[in-house]
């Protein structure tokens, strides 16, 4: 519970830290970039103008993308804040309020219903924290103020504004995390251009407000990135010695980067296959992840890695997967 209460109250510090009165507008990097749109995408010079005159630099979001939780918690700190009750309790409802959809999004995308309804629990519990961000703040201060990934903020940004010019919106009025991501499923603008889709067929790809788009999207992002279920996503298992070497190749990627035969050749034991057949050349990544006393070691297999393609981080990935099980675990109980 510290962890928890810990994570509030930087929360609650990082809501009201200050936002610069500054305006973009008139910095020789700002400037370049309008006219590289202007000139790659015929925008409105005066449009951008405004946009740009109006958009502000926010120390806090610098501050969260400087810190977040992935590279601050360990595993049982994340977990304890992801994988709770309240959010079971809420992922059962939404499944039972959102049931035709759910269930025709899985039948088409090949999705299981529970990573949907458990990618939009841990995203925004379930719509409920979409983000109260200025997304062209959150993506102008990064992309312009925030070394280490300023450039694919700036293409961020990029795609925002074209997203804007192509579903008539205006970019101003558009909030989100402070990364720029938008709506139940959390998706940045380069996302809602690739993968977001008009589910209920009404002419409008609304990820904020609509249920229907927002759950075919997420279904569709999966399938995208090569959601196969044609094997378990993880599996328990345990290093009967945990030899440097392969202390070292654990965390070493998110990728499937051996085949399981090589890893049970290097000491590596599946605890449990019951209702599997593990095939020995099944792709496979050694995950260790920290508990409050040791570590618990899993193998990751390759739709392990799709759940990664939304989130970069394995804890993440972890935290999907568990919820997702205890959601439909309590489902079928009853």
């Given amino acids: 519970m510290r962890a928890v209460f810990l994570f509030q109250i930087l929360a609650i510090c990082w809501l009201y830290a200050p936002v610069s009165n500054a305006s973009y507008l008139g910095r020789d990097d700002v400037e370049t970039?309008?006219?590289?749109?202007v000139e790659d995408h015929e925008f409105s010079r005066a449009a951008l103008e405004q946009i740009f005159?109006?958009?502000?630099?926010?120390?806090?979001?610098?501050?969260?993308?400087?810190?977040?939780?992935?590279?601050?918690?360990?595993?049982?700190?994340?977990?304890?804040?992801?994988?709770?009750?309240?959010?079971?309790?809420?992922?059962?409802?939404?499944?039972d309020e959102n049931l035709a959809i759910l269930e025709k999004a899985s039948d088409r995308y090949g999705v299981p219903i529970e990573i949907i309804v458990a990618i939009i629990g841990v995203e925004t519990r379930y719509g409920r924290i979409t983000g109260g961000f200025s997304v062209v703040n959150a993506l102008a201060t990064l992309g312009f103020d925030y070394p280490p990934r300023a450039k694919f903020f700036r293409g961020e940004l990029t795609q925002l504004l074209l997203l804007a010019r192509e579903e008539g919106k205006d970019p101003m009025s558009l909030k989100g995390s402070y990364a720029g991501a938008m709506g139940y499923g959390q998706f940045i603008p380069s996302s809602y251009r690739n993968y977001a889709i008009d589910f209920d067929?009404?002419?409008?790809?609304?990820?904020?407000?609509?249920?229907?788009?927002?759950?075919?999207?997420?279904?569709?992002?999966?399938?995208?990135?090569?959601?196969?279920?044609s094997m378990p996503t993880v599996l328990p298992a345990t290093v009967a010695t945990p030899t440097p070497e392969l202390l070292d190749l654990a965390n070493a990627s998110l990728k499937p980067t051996r085949a399981l035969g090589e890893w049970q050749a290097l000491g590596v034991v599946l605890e449990q296959t019951e209702g599997v057949?593990?095939?020995?050349?099944?792709?496979?990544?050694?995950?260790?992840?920290?508990?409050?006393?040791g570590a618990d070691f899993w193998l990751g297999f390759e739709d392990f890695y799709v759940v990664t393609r939304y989130n970069h981080s394995r804890l993440y990935?972890?935290?999907?997967?568990?919820?997702?099980?205890?959601i439909r675990e309590r489902r079928e109980a009853g």
């Fill in 33 to 37: 970039y309008i006219d590289q749109l």
């Fill in 53 to 95: 005159a109006e958009a502000r630099h926010s120390e806090r979001i610098i501050d969260l993308i400087s810190r977040p939780a992935e590279r601050r918690l360990v595993w049982h700190e994340y977990r304890e804040i992801l994988v709770d009750e309240p959010r079971i309790r809420q992922g059962l409802l939404f499944w």
């Fill in 201 to 229: 067929e009404d002419g409008v790809r609304d990820i904020w407000t609509n249920k229907t788009d927002a759950i075919g999207s997420v279904a569709n992002y999966f399938a995208r990135h090569g959601w196969s279920g």
């Fill in 277 to 293: 057949r593990p095939e020995s050349w099944w792709p496979a990544t050694l995950l260790r992840l920290e508990q409050a006393e």
């Fill in 317 to 326: 990935a972890m935290a999907v997967l568990q919820l997702s099980q205890a």
